[in-house]
Nanobody, 120 residues
Framework: QVQLVESGGGLVQPGGSLRLSCVAS????????MYWYRQAPGKQREQVAR???????TYEDFVQGRFAISRDNAKNSIFLQMNRLKPEDTAVYYC??????????????WGRGTQVTVSS
């Protein structure tokens, strides 16, 4: 059974920092592109950051320069360091593992999310 378990969320003041973790079991994440997504109340889920199998990092404009994604294949984990948090960063943050074969068959796994609230 595949599980992705996020942790590290919580309540933080604007300008503060949090570090999210996602631990995978049942899969070897070295074979997957790993993502962080988020979903704010009343909004659609949106991609935040991505780390490819080779370690290429991609960020959405709204977190560029503030967030940092990383992966540790030995620990079967990814992380999201979030700095200079803003109230608009408030959302449930989800970990995603994605793999597409050469034939176009896609495998996609999601965690249950961790709540991040930025408020004074």
């Amino acid at each position: 059974q595949v599980q992705l378990v996020e942790s590290g969320g919580g309540l933080v003041q604007p300008g503060g920092s949090l570090r999210l973790s996602c631990v995978a079991s049942g899969i070897d994440i070295s074979g997957y592109v790993m993502y962080w997504y988020r979903q704010a109340p009343g909004k659609q889920r949106e991609q935040v950051a991505r780390v490819t199998r080779s370690g290429i990092l991609t960020y959405e404009d709204f977190v560029q320069g503030r967030f940092a994604i990383s992966r540790d294949n030995a620990k079967n984990s990814i992380f999201l360091q979030m700095n200079r948090l803003k109230p608009e960063d408030t959302a449930v943050y989800y970990c995603n593992a994605n793999h597409i074969t050469g034939l176009g068959v896609e495998t996609d796994y999601w965690g249950r999310g961790t709540q991040v609230t930025v408020s004074s």
